[in-house]
């Protein structure tokens, strides 16, 4: 009997041992941390992106295989951030990824501002189960990207002849509805020291009774009306129209300038007007913070900046634009071309 319970108890043994090994084995196999990420390369090493080569290829990244069922995600950032907010281009199972121009600057548009050269650092992220994730050494790129202009159609114009440009419609300053939700705006530089205007609704040309609107009373706009009077004088004014209501607006801008905690005591807040062009800057000390462009030193008109779009936009309703490193920065504002508005920071030092 002694002998049979020996040898149970042997085989117990053996088997208990055998579960061990597998289990392991199998705890070892999930683990397994994927190989580093080599040859990475990419087929440019500096890019000038032009609005006129949207569909042509832009750059191909490409590196070596490290597993049938790896999965491959390439990164961006500024180089002087070390990835320490990057954003993913591309994830992928192949070994390459390539881009058109359209593509890679809608990408890059997240991290430069419009015709700012910039340096920027990619890598790939490989992603094994069970492990954490490897990177390639990066590879840098000098990208410039431009501004994505958008056209607006005749359902989203108005056009804004006046005393102060001789009455031509054809090179008449340009009102858009940008969200095409029938509210018009426009920033206009008015010379005439007692300015008139009329309203000639889409991309025209030429005058037309059809599409010419007056000032009908209680600062709304119609057929068969008076010529439209801005009694501030001549300026810079954000002017605005709105089809779903029928009234419109001016308010005249007297200055732009920055506010916020980013600013200090030394701090320059108000910005130069770059010879009437409808484009303002200003070059000051910032400290890590945040601010927003301002008009006539108030909040009621300033613009702040969505994480949604890209670098650049500003919007009403977006956020505090933010300052993560102390150092003098050059802002500048350009709302001359209606429904394209921009702004660009560029640090100095």
Known sequence: MKRRFL?????????????????????????????????????????????????NKAATFSWAATGPADIYTVEADVSTSYFSDPIELATTKATSVTFTVGEFNAL???????????????????????????????????????KNYVTYDGSRTFKVPGNYQGWNVATAPKLIAAKGEGEYEGYINFVNPSPQVLL???????????????????????????????????????????????????????????????????????????????????????????????????????????????AGVPSYDGENIVIRKAGNYTIELSLGVAGNYSYSIRRNS
């Open 200 to 310: 000639v609704k889409g991309n025209v040309s030429k005058w037309d009774d059809k599409f010419t609107y007056y000032y009908i009373g209680g600062d709304m706009f119609g057929f068969g009306g008076s010529i439209m009077t801005l009694p501030s004088g001549s300026g810079v004014y954000l002017f605005r129209a709105n089809t779903n209501t029928n009234r419109w607006s001016s308010v005249k801008i007297t200055s732009w300038g920055i506010a916020g905690d980013a600013l200090n005591a030394k701090s320059k807040a108000t910005m130069s007007d770059e010879e009437g062009n409808l484009s303002w800057s200003v070059t000051t000390d910032l400290v890590p913070g945040s601010f927003r462009i301002r008009a006539n030193n108030s909040n009621s008109i300033s613009f702040g900046h969505k994480a949604e779009d890209e």
């Open 7 to 55: 040898r149970f108890d042997f085989l117990l043994i053996v088997l208990l041992a055998s579960l061990v090994f597998v289990s392991c084995r199998k705890t070892m196999e999930i683990s397994v941390a994927p190989k580093e990420v080599t040859g990475f390369r990419i087929s440019e090493s500096s890019l000038v992106l032009l609005q006129g080569n949207v569909a």
């Open 108 to 146: 890059m548009s997240k991290l430069l501002y419009a015709g700012n050269p910039g340096r920027i650092d990619f890598r790939v992220k490989v992603q094994h189960s069970g492990s954490a994730p490897v990177y390639s050494e990066p590879t840098a790129m000098d990208v410039t990207t431009f």
